[in-house]
């Protein structure tokens, strides 16, 4: 055998046609994804911008867009990764790296909230909403596999009061915590898989073994939104507490349709109660489970009081708890989606504009890409 015989020819380290079709079905499954995400944004990009903004004082009912700050409602949410409060997160935690990856943690929560502009505030039910917001932390472990700065995992309820007063701020201070030892699943985090979750405690329970990723896109109270959906009186909401949460997507559209179904059945027949107070018991009452009640609840004689709110204090609980049902609020609907988009409206336009830009890319890939398929399969045939 010569040299020239053992040495690998330059054609024999090329990718054969046989190599090229799997990567070529990939990139045309790829491009293809792209280029629906583009024209999704594209779509999304001409409603935010053919949609002029409503001053909130003389909104009218129908479709709207409006764009303010956020403010909390009756309660608000406390996000999973930075212990944020916010109306909305998405958090999700991933393992490993390329191929080789796997989502260990993934939660989507919103609840209901304000927007304020210069003219006055609207309630946001967001219940079906879409959302684009972006990634607010986005981090991963080092290479010794220390936790990122900025990490601060949630180590109690995800909901909390939107405005708690000061008795409760100061109990807060007081309480004593566990330190948690992130080394130990069972006594750390394994204790507030409660909050987290059981694959959580597994994840982070594993020091050193693969790179975790930890991203969190979330609204907060102050933050500038823009939204696109129907306004419609709050009277004829169906189910406020329904609409008023939304937890990983939420139903799909025929459970929708059979709980509305039969909650129209239920009304017709008259066997809804009459007002939330019958219905609901001490849970109608301002202030109840999540501060001082407004109002002297009935419990059992053996359970501990709840100090009752003063008057200022039960006024402002009655303004924040009860909507008029002449009010109009914005919610989704068939006719209307509901798009809650972080920013003013030029800087969501703008993110929808790059969504598409992106897509064209996409489109490109996948025209080059079945080009390369088709070569390679007439290569391949006899």
């Keep these: 055998m010569t040299p020239a015989d053992a040495a690998p020819s330059v054609g024999s380290l090329l990718p054969t046609s046989a190599d090229l079709i799997p990567l070529s079905v990939a990139g045309v499954a790829v491009g293809l994804l792209l280029l629906w995400r583009g024209f999704t944004g594209y779509r999304t990009a001409a409603r935010i911008g053919g949609t002029s903004t409503s001053r909130i004082a003389s909104i009218a009912a129908g479709e709207v867009r409006i764009s303010g700050t956020v403010e909390a409602a009756e309660v608000a949410l406390v996000s999973p990764l930075q212990s944020a409060t916010s109306v909305y997160y998405r958090a999700r935690i991933s393992a490993g790296s390329g191929t080789d990856n796997s989502t260990a943690f993934d939660e989507e929560r919103a609840v209901g909230f304000a927007v304020r502009d210069g003219t006055g505030a609207i309630r946001v039910f967001p219940r079906g909403a879409r959302w684009d917001v972006p990634w607010r932390f986005d981090a991963s472990d080092d290479w010794t596999g220390s936790r990122p700065d900025g990490l601060a995992l949630r180590d109690g309820p995800a909901y909390t009061a939107a405005r708690p007063d000061r008795e409760a701020r100061i109990a807060a201070l007081l309480t004593v915590r566990i330190a948690r030892d992130p080394a130990d699943p069972e006594g750390s985090i394994g204790g507030a898989t409660g909050f987290l979750g059981a694959s959580v405690g ?6 050193g073994e693969r790179p975790r990723r930890y991203t969190e896109a979330r609204i907060e109270p102050g933050d500038s939104v823009t939204i696109l959906g129907r306004a419609i009186p709050f009277g004829t909401l169906g189910d406020p507490a329904h609409a008023d949460l939304a937890e990983g997507g939420g139903l799909d559209e025929q459970v929708e349709a059979e709980i509305s179904a039969d909650i129209a059945e239920a009304r017709a027949a008259g066997l809804l109660a009459p007002d939330a107070e019958t219905a609901w018991g001490n849970a109608a009452i301002p202030g109840f489970g999540i501060g001082r009640p407004a109002r002297e609840p009935a419990i059992d004689p053996r359970a501990d009081a709840a100090p009752l709110a003063g008057v200022v204090e039960a006024e402002a609980a009655e ?13 989704a609907s068939s006719e209307v989606p509901l798009l809650i988009a972080a920013g003013a409206p030029g800087a969501a336009g703008e993110r929808q504009q790059t969504r598409f830009l992106v897509g064209l890319l996409g489109a490109a890939l996948a025209i080059g890409s079945a080009v390369v398929l088709a070569l390679g399969l007439g290569a391949t045939l006899p």
């Design 202 to 207: 597994l994840c982070l329970g594993t020091q």
């Design 319 to 331: 303004r924040t708890f009860t909507i008029p049902p002449e009010a109009l609020v914005v919610v």
